[in-house]
Nanobody, 120 residues
Framework: VQLQASGGGLVQVGGSLRLSCRAS????????MGWYRQAPGKERDLVAG???????YYADSVKGRFTISRDNAKNTVYLQMNNLKPEDTAVYYC???????????????WGQGTQVTVSS
């Protein structure tokens, strides 16, 4: 299984970025997909997840600003991030699990990280 994340970068406060993660080696449409992030000196935390049926989960800190979506035809999950804040600065990791409940606790698969930096 490979999860290839892209789309990170440097953005100013209030700006937007869209992360993408293309998966291979698994039956994408049957998996819950999500995004975690890890800031320096902090634990890796779940940002958003989406189940195979489209159910979504968001951390309180990103509700109303971030939107997770998936395109099963492209084996890709997206994270649209709007109104970015300095505290959103972190390495963002794509993750996959058979169901959303597992994704929220202990994902089975991880992608490489992509750096998001929000400058003030």
């Amino acid at each position: 299984v490979q999860l290839q994340a892209s789309g990170g970068g440097l953005v100013q406060v209030g700006g937007s970025l869209r992360l993408s993660c293309r998966a291979s080696g698994l039956t994408f449409g049957r998996y819950a997909m999500g995004w975690y992030r890890q800031a320096p000196g902090k634990e890796r935390d779940l940002v958003a997840g989406i189940g195979s049926g489209g159910t979504t989960y968001y951390a309180d800190s990103v509700k109303g600003r971030f939107t997770i979506s998936r395109d099963n035809a492209k084996n890709t999950v997206y994270l649209q991030m709007n109104n970015l804040k300095p505290e959103d600065t972190a390495v963002y990791y794509c993750a996959a699990a058979p169901v959303l409940a597992v994704l929220i606790s202990t994902p089975n698969y991880w992608g490489q990280g992509t750096q998001v930096t929000v400058s003030s």
